[in-house]
């Protein structure tokens, strides 16, 4: 059995400005900008905690926390 | 200590536009600077006027907000007055290299240790979308409806030419290259200077239509190459990314030190 980690993302409305940057670069596909342009995450279960959307983000507005 | 606790949360949400790149390079500063350990008390950061340059307001360190170009002049003075601090001194591409470009050479010539983070996104942005000495040649900008025909600077070879012993390039697109590059110019003892290539998602990248930030990123991704990699040997337009310069060489805080020893013996 692979390890489990539990992945999970913390996003900050109030900063978030519908950039598209972590939508786009996110190897896994697994956020996307809702109706009112803030980052949600659709696929959580494929994450793979790479972070590249918490490193990328102008805004410091994603976070990924995992804990093994 | 986390990235959160090194920036001033009350200015949040910050003010630059949706997807430019100055927020990318925050991000990757203040993750350098939390590998290296800091303390906040020993950081000073010393910016112009720009963009680019509002940084400083959003960072939990000692920090002046100076005036346009002088930057590195500010940073000068504190350093030759308290050496054992971090001196990181932001600077937009016109901050820097336009009205600022005497005092970068300055700084460069003298090897005084600073860590010089050049935010290049090609234009000025704050002002409404000038071109700068960096635009390069072709570019539309809104003082060149009809194109640009100044030629532009190379960071890289301007600043290793002026004498910096730390010259290194890299992009909004490669953070985890960014944040390294960063952390080697701080740690590195000398004058340090590290280009980012930037995007201006709202007056570059609409002038000049090169689409949202996003796509801005790829483009960085597919216009530059790792120093002395196979693809700039078939593709020579490849801008190189990387550390080009990293010597020793007496640095000016110490040689002054030294200088204040021996008025001190009186000869
Ligand atoms: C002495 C002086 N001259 C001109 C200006 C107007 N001015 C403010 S910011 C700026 C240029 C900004 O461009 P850049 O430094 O590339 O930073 P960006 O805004 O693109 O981050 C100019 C010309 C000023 N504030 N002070
Ligand atoms: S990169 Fe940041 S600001 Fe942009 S959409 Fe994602 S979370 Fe929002
Ligand atoms: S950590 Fe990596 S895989 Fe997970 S959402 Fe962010 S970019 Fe996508
Ligand atoms: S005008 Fe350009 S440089 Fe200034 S905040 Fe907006 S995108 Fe960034």
Redesign the pocket.
Known sequence: MGKSKLIKHIINRDWCKGCGICVEFCPQNVLELDEQDKVRTTRPESCIGCKLCELRCPDLAIEIHIKE | MAIKDYIRERFFPHMWCPGCG?GIVLNGMLRAIEVLGLNKNDIVMVS???????ISGYVDFHTLHT????ALAFATGVKMSRPELNLIVP??????L???GNHFIHAARRNIDLTAIV?????????GG?Y?P?SGYGVSATTAPYSNIDQSFDIVELARAAGATFVARTTTYHVQELSNLIQQAIVHKGFSVVEVM?Q?PT?FGRKNKEGGPADMLKRMKDMTTPIGSKAKQSHTELIERGIFVQKILPEYCSEYAGIIERAMKGH
């Open positions: 100055h112009g006027i720009g963009c680019s340059s509002r005036i346009h170009g002088r600077m937009g591409d016109g901050d820097a336009a009205i600022g935010m290049n996104n090609r234009i000025y942005g704050m002002t000038q700068s960096l930037s201006c007056y």
